[in-house]
């Protein structure tokens, strides 16, 4: 990977990856988006089954909602010149007894700095669950629930999120601070950042 690669067949080279085959129940499928345009990059966990499965980012109940919480619509979304999805693996992990598995701790470390060089330094980063803030929130609190709580201080460049998960629905009912006060706060930064796009 030279320090000149394009983002083309940086792109090319990550679809094409198969670093942790061996560890993947489900056979490597790398999802990624980005363009050098991007000017939102979603730093989420893993693909699940569904997305493993049709090949498009976040095309589940979770990718739902994280898209009401941002207040994006589908096409903005999906559009790689607005929005570059970089999970924390790019492929589907397998499922544990509760969820699926972590994402493989190869990913990030081998894909994530070249990957990142290429987009916008002025972007602004979603960083979804425990595992996005562990690389990418480097002054976070001692939980995914404070460091969350805590979303003002990383605006303008980061957002903090929880997984938008369904199996969250408890950690909503228990926080509903964040979406009566972080959700419109964050949508209304996405949605700045959407509109100079």
Request: charged share 20%; aromatic share 8%; glycine share 10%.
């Given at each position: 990977m030279g320090?000149?690669?394009?983002l083309a067949s940086l792109l090319t080279e990550i679809r094409a990856c198969t670093l942790c085959a061996d560890a993947l129940p489900a056979g490597p499928r790398p999802i990624v988006a980005a363009s050098r345009t991007s000017r939102i990059v979603?730093?989420?966990?893993?693909?699940?089954?569904?997305?493993?499965?049709?090949?498009?980012?976040?095309?589940?109940?979770s990718?739902?909602?994280?898209?009401?919480?941002?207040?994006?619509?589908?096409?903005?979304f999906y559009d790689p010149d607005l929005v570059a999805i970089v999970p924390?693996?790019?492929c589907y992990p397998g499922s544990a007894k509760s969820g699926d598995n972590p994402p493989r701790p190869e990913c990030a470390p081998t894909w994530h700095p070249p990957l990142l060089s290429h987009l916008p330094e002025d972007r602004l980063d979603i960083v979804i669950g425990m595992y996005a803030q562990k690389r990418y929130i480097s002054d976070r609190e001692k939980?995914?629930?404070?460091?969350?709580?805590?979303?003002?201080?990383?605006?303008?460049?980061?957002?903090?999120?929880?997984?938008?998960?369904?199996?969250?629905?408890?950690?909503?009912?228990k926080n509903p601070w964040f979406e009566a006060e972080t959700v419109p706060a964050i949508r209304a930064r996405v949605l700045e950042v959407a509109a100079k796009a």
């Open positions: 320090g000149d690669q394009t979603i730093l989420g966990q893993a693909p699940g089954r569904r997305v493993h499965a049709s090949g498009i980012p976040w095309d589940d109940p990718g739902k909602r994280l898209r009401s919480w941002l207040g994006l619509t589908d096409a903005q924390m693996g790019f939980t995914l629930t404070a460091t969350v709580a805590s979303w003002r201080r990383y605006l303008p460049k980061r957002v903090v999120l929880p997984h938008p998960s369904p199996r969250n629905r408890h950690w909503l009912k």
